[in-house]
């Protein structure tokens, strides 16, 4: 397969499941991610975005019968929450896969169960595991403490089927060699290095399918209409199928594959760096280039969780805060490679110190004196500008919220500019003077505008119109 051109960037978020609302550690991923998005259409790459719902899980139809909906009605309902979040957030998807639509997703996730079928990597067994209910997937001895499963204290039940299964250790010694090399980069390096001695223990062959009587919902195993595909093949496989792997119009595919950034939660990572390649090595196709394993959010230190009274619904905070405020605190309040910590006090903290008081005021000074001294810079070319250096280090090397940090250096380095050479006083004795400052700030502010776009959107886009159309901004960020 010809490589894809350098100038192209296909990042994705897992695909969410829709037993539930998402609450502020889903919008995490999908922020960060949408950031890196935006950066790449920034430096002018051609970026396609993909985030999802993960439909085909039991768990959705349990949630539903709580709910007393059918299940249809009760993930349609989720999915346009979701969507509605995402419009809310300022989520700038190109597509949005549902993994139960038979029409954009099944045929992917057969093409590839084929090709691994045909690499002789299928095989049926007999087979007794311990599953967790919780994570929808067998675990082995070694991943129980205290003979129940860490993540979610329960003993998994004992089941026994007859199944498929992939030969996973096939590839164990390959992906050791891929993933240490970096030819799949694992972000951050202490991941990685969990990752490569995951792989000197050894991996297993995984179960790829479960019986339809155990499981209702799902895509059939080609050629055995009893079993139906575990999530393996049935989530993972959204990132090829949504670009239209398996249909007859595979440009996108053509085009975009391989990924160069899968943006998963830490909690998800082991899927996506062994199986997931696995896979993709087993049926010939090329890997991703990067899996950026996240931490997870708590709040006041502890897992957000209906029970402690501690989940922070996204929802509320954008109605009253706005898309900005909850970007702002999500990119530069918490590190991409380890956990954060989100509290309303600690949000409420941060939108004032540098937002309602940082750029916003920031950016109305600079256009109020210069709407008043007629001090505006020519801005007609100015779309394509050059990114700072370090800004694209950090943002390279996925360091989100350093890379905010940068930016809000330089907002502060305007603050001390106006402090320092007071061109609101030196305008009475030396107009000329003020004139020339106040037009270096409007250009430094549309350079930091220009900056702020991946975090920033609609501020972004409200300093640079300000300043295209020679007005001031009245109240950019007080909302109430
Ligand atoms: N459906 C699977 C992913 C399959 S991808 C082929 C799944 N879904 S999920 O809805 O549970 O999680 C989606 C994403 O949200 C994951 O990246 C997960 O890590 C992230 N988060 C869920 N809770 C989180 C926090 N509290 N904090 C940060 N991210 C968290 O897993």
Not at 70 to 85: A, G, H, Q
Not at 289 to 301: K, N, P
């Amino acid at each position: 397969m010809p490589l894809k051109s350098e100038k192209s960037f296909y990042i994705t978020t897992p695909i969410f499941y829709p037993n539930a609302n998402l609450h502020m550690g889903h919008a995490y991923t999908a922020v960060i991610s949408d950031i890196f998005s935006r950066y790449h259409k920034l430096k002018g790459e051609q970026t396609y975005f993909l985030t999802g719902s993960d439909e085909n899980t039991q768990k959705v139809v349990e949630a539903s019968l709580k709910a007393g909906k059918n299940p249809k009605d009760f993930l349609n309902e989720i999915v346009l929450n979701f969507k509605n979040l995402f419009s809310k957030l300022n989520i700038s998807y190109d597509q949005f896969i549902r993994t139960s639509d038979e029409i954009v997703h099944f045929p992917g996730a057969i093409k590839l169960w084929q090709a691994l079928v045909s690499s002789g990597d299928i095989y049926k067994k007999k087979y007794e595991g311990l599953y967790c209910v919780g994570h929808e997937s067998f675990m082995t001895e070694k991943d129980l403490v205290d003979g129940m499963c860490p993540d979610h204290k329960m003993t998994p039940e004992k089941i026994q089927e007859e199944n498929y299964f992939f030969r996973l250790s096939r590839y164990n010694q390959i992906l050791k060699e891929k993933i240490e090399s970096d030819e799949l980069k694992i972000v951050p390096n202490g991941r990685k290095n969990e990752i490569m001695s995951l792989l000197n223990d050894g991996l297993e062959d995984v179960s790829f399918s479960r019986s339809r009587k155990v499981s209702s919902v799902g895509i059939p195993v080609p050629g055995d209409s009893d079993q139906i595909m575990y999530v393996w093949c049935d989530a993972l496989s959204n990132y090829i199928s949504a670009l239209g792997y398996g249909r007859e119009d595979d440009s996108l595919f053509k085009k975009f594959w391989p990924a160069n950034l899968h943006v998963v939660g830490k909690d998800i990572l082991r899927f996506h760096t062994a199986i997931w390649p696995a896979m993709l090595l087993s049926a010939g196709i090329p890997l991703p280039q990067t899996i950026l394993a996240h931490g997870l959010i708590t709040s006041g230190g502890r897992k957000m969780s209906k029970t402690l009274g501690n989940v922070i619904d996204p929802i509320e905070l954008l109605n009253e805060y706005g898309a900005d405020a909850v970007r702002y605190y999500l990119a530069r309040h918490i590190s991409p490679f380890e956990d954060g910590d989100l509290t309303k006090e600690a949000f409420l903290d941060a939108y004032n110190a540098s937002l309602a008081n940082g750029i916003g005021n920031l950016a109305s000074r600079i256009l109020k004196m210069a709407v008043s001294y007629e001090a505006f810079p020519d801005f007609s070319q100015s779309e394509d500008n050059q990114l700072p250096e370090e800004y694209k280090r950090l943002m390279e090397e996925y360091q989100v919220n350093k890379a905010a940090d940068f930016v809000w250096e330089k907002i502060q380095g305007l603050d001390l500019f106006i402090q320092k050479e007071e061109p609101f006083k030196v305008f009475k004795g030396n107009p000329e003077k003020a004139r020339q400052d106040v037009s270096y700030l409007v250009s430094e502010l549309w350079n930091i505008a220009f900056l702020l776009g991946p975090f920033l959107p609609e501020t972004s886009e409200k300093i640079k119109s300000a300043i295209k159309d020679k007005k001031m901004i009245e109240s950019l960020f007080i909302r109430k």
